[in-house]
């Protein structure tokens, strides 16, 4: 028997059935016009894995670096391992970019995009290479990068000029950019600090106190991440690898084609259209490190970027003027995001949580972490969705703890989270609060229970330290090279990405739960 | 067989099911508008729909976005529900006077425990034809419908009180 509530349903359903006209094939050529007739031919594609669903998360994964000592010039030979020439200064015009010959050994069978990249043919044809090969080739090169300095070069569109950076994989960041600017992140103080001249040519000050990485400077002054795998974060649907040689230098060319449909119009566009937006990353082989980023697209909306990274030096510490300082008497803009995060140490975050939390505490070896307090809505679950912006008077509180484990440039990030209830607040629909925090309850029996395992996604069992026995959620990208992994433990969700599988496990299997001093 | 006859196989095989569920989820207007965007977009990346393995799903994650885009565009004219999100639901069904009663109860729901209730207590369902369309697991369909029938019962009774 239908209770009353399902009666209504009934209706509702029936009502939304009878005011909706059936959509048939005629109305869907209609809506994509003449010039789209026939379905253009392209290659086929692999259907959108369930890892893309995580790769939002996947893609917020840093993996930072700093300045100092040996390495790679573009005019040594290839694989010569120089000690420092102490250059700090912006070197003359990128040698990178000198005119090539693309080479016509393309190895991955998907759309070749019209290459870009300037570069000469290989001399001796390397076996064929995956993008898969690349990521692991890469994780190994960068693992012994203790950092760079770097001069990042970007294309005319961006209308600025050479930046000369040193950056380290403990996150450090520095650039002189002369004429007293400059940028910097310091990972102890969790701060970046600015330093530039505005419209009327006077000089500037920032400081932004309270963030997990160095993003911020690193992609306004360096304009691309170099340490991040090549092609990460995509669906892998129409990727291209090919060898080359860079000024003398064995290197790889990833080309990925990303097509997507248009769902705004414009004057000279049809909702349906597609989009393409091609990157196409050089990595040198030798360090790992992305030495020319592209990215273009055939929407007249978005103008081409590119970034080359030229004379390159292994560094193992930063420059002596680091971090710089801002004059006492200056200025300074300090805004920022009011819901940034603050150092923080182990032994703060019971307090930090008002209860034990779980770390993986062997591994922190005194670092300094980040940890973040701020209102969330209910968008924020949906990865799918819009991310709102924090709503003041929110009920909901996510109070986060973050860290990375590094080895090298490689870099596995941990997250510890939990969503506190406000004092007289709601949890949000579908979950219970359960000691102050939310959690899902599907059972009703003041219990956090696991999440729902995404489709596709594989599981295993912790084995050892406080989350044993918990199972974990986890995925990973196309090439194997990142695995992402989810857990919940009572009201906490312990994320870890970036790392790969074995790794991923090793640090679920070293937690410990934090009780306090 | 020609390529426009399978589509349209495709499409007299899929549409019910991915109108319903969008429509279900973001109104009659909306929800419409948002199947035939997906539509569109399968007969655009065909060579992609083919290879998939659970194209209805699939295209209500297109659909959905699709919606989402639409919204945005629309949030101004949309009076806000209680979480101070565009309402879902299209203003143009309120003259039938059930949509009146079951629509702002439904507003409370997550989008997703709205679509699961929606297809499962209301179209009439299953769990496992559901969990295809929304692209999830059948454990999760029931757990977002009983939690969805649950919140509903007590927002519409709240409701009739008013």
Same mark, same amino acid.
């Given at each position: 028997?239908?209770?009353?509530?399902?009666?209504?349903?009934?209706?509702?359903?029936?009502?939304?059935?009878?005011?909706?006209?059936?959509?048939?094939?005629?109305?869907?050529?209609?809506?994509?016009? %003449?010039?789209?007739?026939?379905?253009?031919?392209?290659?086929?594609?692999?259907?959108?894995?369930?890892?893309?669903?995580?790769?939002?998360? #996947?893609?917020?994964?840093?993996?930072? &670096?700093? #300045?100092?000592?040996?390495?790679?010039?573009?005019?040594?030979?290839?694989?010569?391992?120089?000690?420092?020439?102490?250059?700090?200064?912006?070197?003359?015009?990128?040698?990178? &970019?000198?005119?090539?010959?693309?080479?016509?050994?393309?190895?991955?069978?998907?759309?070749?995009?019209?290459?870009?990249?300037?570069?000469?043919?290989?001399?001796?044809?390397?076996?064929?290479? $995956?993008?898969?090969?690349?990521?692991?080739?890469?994780?190994?090169?960068?693992?012994?990068?203790?950092?760079?300095? #770097?001069?990042?070069?970007?294309?005319?569109?961006?209308?600025?000029?050479?930046?000369?950076?040193?950056?380290?994989?403990?996150?450090?960041?520095?650039?002189?950019?002369?004429?007293?600017?400059?940028?910097?992140?310091?990972? $102890?103080?969790?701060?970046?600090?600015?330093?530039?001249?505005?419209?009327?040519?006077?000089?500037?000050?920032?400081?932004?106190?309270?963030?997990?990485?160095?993003?911020?400077?690193? $992609?306004?002054?360096?304009?691309?991440?170099?340490?991040?795998?090549?092609?990460?974060?995509?669906?892998?649907?129409?990727?291209?690898?090919?060898?080359?040689?860079?000024?003398?230098?064995?290197?790889?060319?990833?080309?990925?084609?990303?097509?997507?449909?248009?769902?705004?119009?414009?004057?000279?566009?049809?909702?349906?259209?597609?989009?393409?937006?091609?990157?196409?990353?050089?990595?040198?082989?030798?360090?790992?490190?992305?030495?020319?980023?592209?990215?273009?697209?055939?929407?007249?909306?978005?103008?081409?970027?590119?970034?080359?990274?030229?004379?390159?030096?292994?560094?193992?510490?930063?420059?002596?003027?680091?971090?710089?300082? +801002?004059?006492?008497?200056?200025?300074?803009?300090?805004?920022?995001?009011? %819901?940034?995060?603050?150092?923080?140490?182990?032994?703060?975050?019971?307090?930090?949580?008002?209860?034990?939390?779980?770390?993986?505490?062997?591994?922190?070896?005194?670092?300094?972490?980040?940890?973040?307090?701020?209102?969330?809505?209910?968008?924020?679950?949906?990865?799918?969705?819009?991310?709102?912006?924090?709503?003041?008077? #929110? %009920?909901?509180?996510?109070?986060?703890?973050?860290?990375?484990?590094?080895?090298?440039?490689?870099?596995?990030?941990?997250?510890? $989270?939990?969503?506190?209830?406000?004092?007289?607040?709601?949890?949000?629909?579908?979950?219970?609060? +359960?000691?102050?925090?939310?959690?899902?309850?599907?059972?009703?029996?003041?219990?956090?229970?696991?999440?729902?395992?995404?489709?596709?996604?594989?599981?295993?069992?912790?084995?050892?330290?406080?989350?044993?026995?918990?199972?974990?959620?986890?995925?990973?990208?196309?090439?194997?090279?990142?695995?992402?992994?989810?857990?919940?433990?009572?009201?906490?969700?312990?994320?870890?990405?970036?790392?790969?599988?074995?790794?991923?496990?090793?640090?679920?299997?070293?937690?410990?739960?934090?009780?306090?001093? | 067989?020609?390529?426009?006859?399978?589509?349209?196989?495709?499409?007299?095989?899929?549409?019910?099911?991915?109108?319903?569920?969008?429509?279900?989820?973001?109104?009659?207007?909306?929800?419409?508008?948002?199947?035939?965007?997906?539509?569109?977009?399968?007969?655009?990346?065909?060579?992609?729909? /083919?290879? *998939?393995?659970?194209?209805?799903?699939?295209?209500?994650?297109?659909?959905?976005?699709?919606?989402?885009?639409?919204?945005?565009?629309?949030?101004?004219? *949309?009076?806000?529900?209680?979480?101070?999100?565009?309402?879902?639901?299209?203003?143009?069904?309120?003259?039938?006077? /059930?949509?009146?009663?079951?629509?702002?109860?439904?507003?409370?729901?997550?989008?997703?425990?709205?679509?699961?209730?929606?297809?499962?207590?209301?179209?009439?369902?299953?769990?496992?034809?559901?969990?295809?369309?929304?692209?999830?697991?059948?454990?999760?369909?029931?757990?977002?419908?009983?939690?969805?029938?649950?919140?509903?019962?007590?927002?519409?009774?709240?409701?009739?009180?008013?």
């Amino acid at each position: 028997m239908l209770s009353d509530t399902e009666r209504s349903l009934r209706d509702y359903a029936e009502h939304l059935r009878t005011s909706t006209r059936p959509i048939d094939a005629a109305e869907v050529y209609t809506r994509l016009g %003449a010039g789209h007739a026939e379905p253009t031919s392209r290659a086929r594609r692999r259907p959108v894995p369930p890892w893309v669903r995580w790769s939002a998360v #996947a893609a917020t994964v840093t993996v930072i &670096a700093g #300045a100092g000592a040996v390495l790679i010039r573009g005019d040594e030979s290839p694989g010569s391992i120089t000690t420092p020439t102490g250059s700090s200064g912006v070197e003359s015009s990128p040698t990178m &970019a000198a005119s090539t010959t693309p080479d016509p050994s393309v190895v991955a069978s998907a759309p070749t995009p019209a290459p870009t990249t300037a570069a000469t043919p290989a001399v001796d044809p390397e076996p064929p290479v $995956s993008i898969a090969d690349v990521h692991e080739a890469q994780r190994t090169a960068l693992r012994r990068l203790p950092g760079f300095s #770097a001069t990042a070069t970007p294309g005319n569109d961006r209308g600025r000029g050479p930046v000369r950076y040193t950056l380290l994989a403990d996150g450090s960041f520095y650039a002189d950019t002369g004429g007293g600017t400059f940028g910097s992140y310091d990972p $102890s103080t969790k701060s970046s600090l600015g330093a530039y001249r505005d419209a009327d040519g006077e000089l500037s000050y920032q400081e932004i106190v309270g963030q997990s990485d160095n993003s911020l400077p690193l $992609s306004i002054l360096g304009g691309f991440d170099p340490t991040r795998l090549a092609g990460d974060g995509t669906t892998m649907q129409d990727v291209a690898v090919r060898e080359l040689d860079v000024e003398g230098r064995p290197s790889w060319e990833i080309t990925v084609a990303d097509t997507y449909p248009r769902f705004s119009r414009t004057p000279d566009t049809v909702v349906g259209d597609d989009i393409t937006q091609t990157t196409v990353q050089v990595v040198d082989q030798e360090t790992g490190l992305i030495v020319r980023s592209e990215i273009s697209s055939t929407d007249p909306a978005q103008p081409p970027q590119s970034t080359t990274l030229t004379d390159i030096e292994i560094a193992d510490e930063m420059p002596p003027g680091f971090p710089d300082v +801002i004059p006492a008497d200056a200025v300074v803009d300090r805004s920022g995001d009011p %819901a940034a995060a603050r150092a923080s140490t182990l032994e703060d975050l019971p307090s930090f949580f008002a209860r034990p939390v779980p770390a993986p505490v062997g591994l922190l070896n005194g670092q300094v972490m980040a940890v973040t307090s701020s209102s969330i809505s209910i968008g924020q679950m949906d990865m799918f969705g819009e991310h709102e912006r924090p709503e003041d008077g #929110a %009920a909901v509180v996510e109070r986060r703890a973050e860290f990375v484990v590094r080895e090298g440039f490689v870099a596995t990030t941990v997250s510890v $989270s939990a969503q506190a209830v406000r004092a007289g607040g709601e949890p949000w629909p579908g979950m219970a609060t +359960i000691d102050g925090y939310q959690c899902p309850d599907l059972d009703l029996d003041g219990v956090c229970d696991p999440p729902d395992t995404q489709p596709g996604a594989d599981s295993f069992a912790v084995t050892d330290g406080a989350l044993a026995g918990v199972e974990a959620i986890i995925s990973a990208s196309p090439t194997g090279a990142m695995a992402y992994a989810g857990v919940q433990l009572g009201p906490f969700q312990i994320f870890v990405m970036g790392g790969d599988l074995a790794a991923t496990q090793e640090i679920l299997n070293t937690f410990e739960s934090i009780t306090g001093p | 067989m020609a390529l426009r006859e399978t589509f349209e196989l495709f499409v007299a095989d899929v549409e019910p099911r991915l109108r319903t569920a969008l429509v279900s989820t973001y109104g009659v207007s909306v929800g419409r508008e948002a199947a035939l965007d997906a539509l569109a977009w399968a007969w655009s990346h065909w060579d992609r729909v /083919v290879t *998939l393995d659970n194209p209805v799903g699939y295209l209500y994650r297109v659909g959905q976005t699709a919606a989402r885009h639409q919204l945005r565009q629309t949030a101004r004219t *949309l009076s806000p529900s209680p979480d101070g999100h565009a309402s879902a639901v299209d203003s143009a069904q309120h003259d039938a006077e /059930v949509a009146h009663i079951v629509e702002p109860a439904l507003e409370v729901l997550s989008e997703q425990q709205r679509v699961a209730v929606v297809l499962v207590h209301g179209h009439g369902m299953t769990l496992r034809e559901t969990a295809e369309v929304m692209d999830v697991s059948v454990a999760t369909v029931r757990e977002h419908t009983k939690r969805a029938l649950a919140r509903l019962r007590t927002a519409m009774e709240v409701t009739d009180a008013v």
